[in-house]
């Protein structure tokens, strides 16, 4: 019998690598041709089995009926024999998955996928708060940053997007040009000249800036400080740019307001562990999978179980990977023992295993580390996070053996390096699910707004929990649930301060 294991796990890929869409939450209906074969029952269950653990909720016939919508998927199995090859037709919403076409398909393709943010956007437009601002956003540019940009300058905002060169798609660039939005940067700079178009970038003068990794934030303050005390206020997406900010805070050189959008409730528990865990662990598996390599042929490491890193274990061990986890927190490395991963130091946990790294710091993976694994891969997005440097020595053409696209080996029989320790869901694959960045987005939008009315002080502030409630519940308005209300007696008793725990209800005993 064939691997059904593989199957099933090329056909989700597949599914998410056609649309850039998310696994997790939706609800998938499997079924079969018939007559049944044990080789389609056996594929269906690992197919039951590995979307349940990635999060989906698989429907039977009866349920299947009852929810027609765009978000189910259905995936048919079909062979014509017992030994045949089995095939998937995969359905969305009853239709056959769209083809997205060239960068205008993909851009509207995404919007037709991001009902919160386009339902926060609408406010921000009907409200006027954010008419004739000029917004910047310095981000990965692909078709769901398109989107975002899009919104902004339909609730009446001009808007200009710069993007580095490695993660700018020239094609999205090009349609975001014709649509009216401005697109600095180009995937042909480097050196001082990728340094010139950010700055020409900021030097369109800006009221907000809204950043991934805090690079132009920083670039700013570096050589255009006269911009920064112009702006009203930043946003920043992640962590790695979180962390350089609030140093900077510390240190008393920050000399703007900045809002952690990336702490947000709505964006670290969903991007991070959800969207990142996807992108980054089906990267991995598509770059793999060209070399005739499984994910489950090895261990597999993961380095730091932050939310990314957490969300990278969990795929993993979803695809039948032997999830090992080394972490330098110690509360961290107890969560990962309570969910049921081997804790350890790297250097033991890596050798001949797949180590991914999902810190964002810098030197995670060193070269000596790097040689003993048998493929390493970086989730967490700075430079330097893989010692490539120390693991790819001497000359690149007579040393690199190239295999596929997005793999090489640090020497003919040694360790396959996935694109050069590039951050993998965006070097390698389309970034983070379109429902993913949604909500991230949502929170993006509201944060701006936020931004416009309190005029936060100088400093790294969080973002207040209103937003997080509003941005889930448009959410869970957009899926069609319906969650339960408090009742008046629970309000109550949740707001009383009075501490119940040491009265007594003996009759015979005194209260005090």
């Not at 016939?61 to 030994?83: E, K, V």
Request: proline letters at 4%.
């Amino acid at each position: 019998m064939a691997d059904v294991t593989l199957i099933a796990e090329r056909i989700i890929r597949r599914f998410a690598r056609d649309t850039n869409l998310l696994v997790a939450g939706r609800s998938v209906h499997i079924s079969a041709v018939q007559p049944e074969t044990a080789q389609l029952v056996a594929t269906s269950r690992e197919l039951t089995r590995m979307l349940s653990a990635l999060g989906a909720h698989v429907v039977t016939a009866s349920r299947h009926n009852a929810t027609a919508s765009a978000h189910l998927l259905d995936i048919q199995l079909d062979a014509a024999g017992p030994d045949s090859e089995i095939t998937a037709t995969l359905l969305l919403g009853g239709a056959p998955l769209p083809s997205r076409g060239d960068a205008d398909g993909r851009i509207d393709f995404a919007g037709e996928h991001m009902p919160v943010s386009r339902l926060v956007a609408k406010g921000l437009g009907e409200r006027g708060s954010i008419r004739g601002l000029r917004i910047g956003i310095a981000m990965v540019l692909e078709p769901k940053t398109a989107q975002l940009a899009l919104l902004l300058a339909a609730a009446g905002a001009e808007v200009a997007v710069y993007a580095h060169p490695d993660e700018i798609d020239a094609s999205v660039a090009e349609a975001l040009r014709a649509r009216g939005i401005a697109v600095d940067g180009s995937e042909t700079l480097s050196g001082q000249a990728e340094r010139a178009a950010a700055l020409a970038f900021l030097e369109r003068g800006f009221d907000i800036l809204i950043d991934d990794g805090s690079h132009l934030i920083r670039l700013a303050h570096e050589d255009a400080p006269h911009l920064v005390k112009q702006w009203i206020g930043t946003n920043e997406e992640t962590t790695s740019g979180l962390t350089p900010l609030r140093h900077m805070s510390t240190m008393g050189i920050l000399d703007t307001a900045v809002f952690a959008v990336n702490d947000a409730q709505m964006k670290t528990r969903f991007d991070n562990r959800y969207g990142t865990g996807q992108s980054c662990v089906f990267a991995i598996a598509d770059a793999l999978d060209r070399v005739g390599v499984t994910v489950r042929d090895q261990p597999a490491l993961v380095i730091g179980y932050g939310p990314v890193g957490e969300g990278v274990a969990a795929h993993l061990a979803a695809l039948g990977a032997e999830v090992r986890v080394a972490e330098v927190d110690p509360v961290l490395a107890l969560r990962a023992a309570h969910d049921g991963y081997d804790i350890g130091e790297a250097a033991e946990l890596g050798s001949g295993a797949l180590v991914v790294s999902s810190t964002g710091v810098a030197h995670t993976i060193s070269a000596d580390l790097a040689r003993t694994a048998r493929a390493v891969a970086v989730a967490g997005g700075v430079p330097g996070e893989l010692d490539l440097d120390g693991l790819l020595v001497g000359d690149p053409a007579e040393q690199l053996t190239p295999l596929a696209a997005h793999i090489e080996r640090a020497d003919p029989a040694g360790t396959l390096v996935l694109d050069r320790g590039g951050c993998i869901n965006i070097t390698a694959a389309e970034g983070n699910p379109i429902e993913i960045m949604d909500l991230s987005f949502a929170v993006q939008l509201a944060a701006v707004e936020e931004l416009v009315v309190t005029r936060p002080a100088v400093g790294v502030h969080a973002l207040p929990a209103s937003i997080d409630d509003i941005v889930a519940r448009a959410a869970l308005a957009a899926r069609g649930e319906h969650i339960d209300t408090p009742a008046d007696d629970q309000l109550a008793a949740a707001h009383d301060w009075r501490s119940r725990r040491y009265l007594s209800s003996s009759p015979n005993q005194e209260t005090r």
